[in-house]
T-cell receptor, first 111, second 117 residues
Framework: LAKTTQPISMDSYEGQEVNITCSHN???????ITWYQQFPSQGPRFIIQ???TKVTNEVASLFIPADRKSSTLSLPRVSLSDTAVYYCLVPEGSSASKIIFGSGTRLSIRP | EAGVVQSPRYKIIEKKQPVAFWCNPI?????LYWYLQNLGQGPELLIRYENEEAVDDSQLPKDRFSAERLKGVDSTLKIQPAELGDSAVYLC???????????????FGPGTRLTVL
């Protein structure tokens, strides 16, 4: 089982900001948090990764509180093309040597 | 630079037939992964290679599934014989380093959609 918990689905409208929160209560001290995006008929694609506080790139922002037991992916001003499944991941295994995908959050954007 | 290449994109076979999937990772990526993805679910790891060594194959059903990565580059995943429940998308991914490191970005191919009739 994945070490993360996130909502199964979310709906929003074009132009809105969307925040997807992920819980990872058992995150280890050295674990990074990674988010992937998957469109239909494509493989997942890396969006953003962070360790603490805030990370921002051209696609999204990632907010991580001090206790690191959760994280929030923020998508500014979404468009229809942001409709996808979003996965929150933390490493697994004794040596943090792999990641396990859960079911992700299915985000639907409406006009 | 080319991404991860997989072939074929689609495959339809009858049950009990063999099938093989091919993956060419991004040049220079030492780590290669094979995932299985069922409809509505996230990818599930089948096997991970570090160069030519299979370092995690705990989720690979070894009675019918096999994989190889000769010379630490291309990889082939085989199913023999295929069963109805094997219908899924098979994804290949590659990365520079270990999945859990801070540089664990995995690059995925488009996948092979297998239908077993």
């Amino acid at each position: 089982l994945a070490k993360t918990t996130q909502p199964i689905s979310m709906d929003s409208y074009e132009g809105q900001e969307v925040n997807i929160t992920c819980s990872h209560n058992n995150i280890a001290t050295n674990d990074y948090i990674t988010w992937y995006q998957q469109f239909p008929s494509q493989g997942p694609r890396f969006i953003i990764q962070g360790y603490k506080t805030k990370v921002t790139n051209e696609v999204a922002s990632l907010f991580i509180p001090a206790d690191r037991k959760s994280s929030t992916l923020s998508l500014p001003r979404v468009s229809l093309s942001d409709t996808a499944v979003y996965y929150c991941l933390v490493p697994e295994g004794s040596s943090a040597s792999k990641i396990i995908f859960g079911s992700g959050t299915r985000l639907s954007i409406r006009p | 630079e080319a991404g991860v290449v997989q072939s074929p994109r689609y495959k339809i076979i009858e049950k009990k037939q063999p099938v093989a999937f091919w993956c060419n990772p991004i040049s220079g990526h030492n780590t290669l992964y094979w995932y299985l993805q069922n409809l509505g679910q996230g990818p599930e790891l089948l096997i991970r290679y570090e160069n030519e060594e299979a370092v995690d194959d705990s989720q690979l059903p070894k009675d019918r599934f096999s994989a190889e990565r000769l010379k630490g580059v291309d990889s082939t995943l085989k199913i023999q014989p295929a069963e109805l429940g094997d219908s899924a998308v098979y994804l290949c991914a590659s990365s520079l380093g270990l999945a859990g490191s801070s540089y664990n970005e995995q690059f995925f191919g488009p996948g092979t959609r297998l239908t077993v009739l």
